[in-house]
């Protein structure tokens, strides 16, 4: 049984760990931590692990004092810094048996579609991505797209693989969309959608075709569980939910 | 039995036509006329119907020479100007009991996804278009997604329906890709892709997907044997073909 | 303004419709009436149309009185017989002015993609469809499967098409799933998915898929609202909110 | 410059093997080699890699003579047993530098998706298998898709998860399919498709989907090309395209 303490624990994501977490037969919630809470009831609560969904302004606080608490964390906030994960790193040498992850998504088919689609891009002549949401988001393509890209291209650069080819000469109106790093990237709009990404990959005579469809929130936890359960058996600083995953 | 002309035999939808026409055990080829023959060779060898698939600078004297033959005409050429067809309207005055049909899609996919997405589009909120084509393709996006998006957008018009919701502020790359009348036509390029369309419906909680994959010119076969069996019942001018499917 | 009766009014479908009517600027809400209340308080309160979505052993008299009471009346609740619709239509002799739908389904996409399929049946050599539904369903296929295929083999029946080519001599574990008057149908159960319906239709070289995604229950009241705006205008019984759209 | 042989060279793969390595620029074709020629042909001709299309009860031989003639080998023939893979182990031993590898399948999507499907298996709560065909296939399911089945209960065992939910108490009909290793599998049967598998993961709010079209024996070639370059890197004999790759 593992004890588990959750700060941000009144925030729409807290509030889903925490029914996770109560519908895990392996867990037990330890500490609900919220504004006038501190990592100090989640120490005096005996947790083992916490998981931080708080803000960005209080997040790298949290976590050196979990670090001092002797507490793993595992945590769902934005907003880290290169040199915010460094100064967790150096923290987390004073204390080696302890695991700390940072992950910017934990919803297991996206963290999954972008590293099978990274591994499967060298292996393909074309390559792009239709990412497809609700009509009120505002920007356009999603950071999951654009991640999903990137990634996309350092592994064919890596892999000294060329651009996708494309004899396009005329467009007048930009249906060939966005391209990032070479990789071209659409993104539709359409009532009724929640969030979805497919990625297409193409040889001659032979197509492969990813997919994520996300609907809700609850997505998330399968992925945060996880973390939970894995976080002591990886001592040190992981960034992303995919250095806990058996691919 | 319906005798049949192919006229533009030895094209590549002519040798295609000549092979469909004697596979089907309701049609005999009457005859199969190239650059050295005419008309007149398939009114000699007693066809019912003739099917044009010559070149837009033949097809129109081709289907008058028809007319005046007493020929039933199922024409696949392009380039069919609106004063063409008001030429061949008039002429088949003088033979009430002709029927021409001339169609720029044979492929009933294609043709039905149209249709449906005209009929659906007042009833939804939302709708975009993602063609997905061959990376040889130097035009986008393809003339049947603009034709689709001027149907729907027809349609959305004629129901007082205003344009699909979007909230799009922030979209420096272009992924939102291109507007047709108001609907946004995406375009993909892939290696081993021939000709796709998909067409996305969406209101709340609910989606409407029409899609259509075209793999081979053989695709168009189904459509012309409609053509060719139907234009008899079907006297007069018929532009498009899906005047003769009961939709 | 159409004034609204809500009929079931604290249901799980009469409290949406509740709340679209209050989201419609052309609709009021008149009277919202439930267990202890009776048709006679949507007449007091001026309603020119009543929804009713409540039980079927009070369905058929909701309906002869909102018929007495000059209401025209859109009909969402299930259990209908052959005999009922008989008497709704023999006493919508008495009021030929008035108006009743009587639709088993709301989903405009799934009204839609069955009219589509049946369409398109004729036209295409094979068809089959997969549904997929969350995993707590106790039946297989779902209804609304059964229902397309029985759809899509009458339409074949009426042009004269036969079954689906179909080779397989080898299926030891039942993979070629369910015939539902000689149409294959799939089932698909899946944790996270909530209501789909896939057809698939084929040709030599082409295909078409009519898709539909129902996510929430609030995809039924673009169909409730069709109904009640277009009842007054569709004198007699409809059965079936395809009665009242353009196809 | 790799130089290359190909064993059974005017076969239906043979052939494409022959074109492939003539379209490459770092691969020269050494030897086309049929019923009337030997591996001694390819020695003789200098080649460093052998490509082997032939038929399942010469295969074991050439690839024997192969290793004595100091050639590394790219086999596609199927037929392997346990015990001739043994003793294909055994033989290269006496050449450690020489590398053997033997695939049953060099469709890149089709191994890759293999792969990330069992990757995936063990973090999701559902996974269902849809195989799509030409109508003139005599099995079902297709031995892509009961490989697939078997990997992915392989996985999910290994990680102690349990079969998919699953509440279905009713189905007359078959509509569930296949049931292989407690993986459903479906099989579609649609004229104008060829080769299609889609592999659907599914969690609470959350989709994954895994697809491969296959259009054409091309598809194969890159996969083929594949071996040939990285053969003389794997010293030894590999089972199976996937242990060549970086993933």
């Known amino acids: 049984m593992i004890s588990v303490a959750v700060l941000g624990a009144s925030g729409r994501m807290g509030s889903h760990v925490i029914e996770a977490v109560n519908g895990a037969p392996d867990l037990e919630l330890a500490a609900a931590v919220d504004h006038d809470g501190s990592v100090a009831d989640a120490a005096r609560a005996g947790a083992q692990v916490a ?11 949290n976590v050196h004092a979990l670090i001092d608490a002797g507490i793993h964390a595992v945590v769902g906030t934005t907003g880290w810094t290169e040199e915010a994960l460094l100064r967790v790193e150096e923290h987390l040498k004073e204390r080696p048996e302890l695991g700390v992850l940072i992950a910017p998504n934990f919803a297991l088919g996206a963290v999954l579609s972008m590293r099978f689609a990274a591994a499967a ?12 949401h609700h009509p009120d988001k505002v920007d356009a ?25 494309d004899a396009t000469t005329h467009d007048p109106e930009g249906a060939r969309g966005a391209v990032i790093e070479g990789v071209h990237v659409h993104a539709v709009r359409l009532r009724g959608l929640v969030a979805h990404e497919e ?36 001592p040190g600083l992981t960034v992303g939910l995919d250095g806990y995953m058996a691919l």
């Not at 991640?147 to 080819?165: E, L, W």
């Not at 990813?210 to 609850?218: A, E, G, L, M, W």
């Open 51 to 61: 998981v931080d969904f708080t803000v960005p302004s209080a997040t790298e606080a």
């Open 121 to 132: 891009a060298r292996y393909f002549e074309s390559v792009e991505i239709v990412e497809l």
């Open 141 to 165: 393509p999603s950071g999951t797209a654009t991640h999903t890209a990137m990634g996309i291209a350092a592994a064919r650069a890596a892999a000294g693989i060329g651009p996708s080819p």
């Open 199 to 234: 990625i297409l990959l193409g040889n001659p005579g032979e197509q492969l075709t990813i997919r994520t469809d996300s609907f809700d929130r609850v997505s998330f936890m399968p992925g945060v569980l996880l973390g939970v359960r894995e976080v002591a058996r990886h």
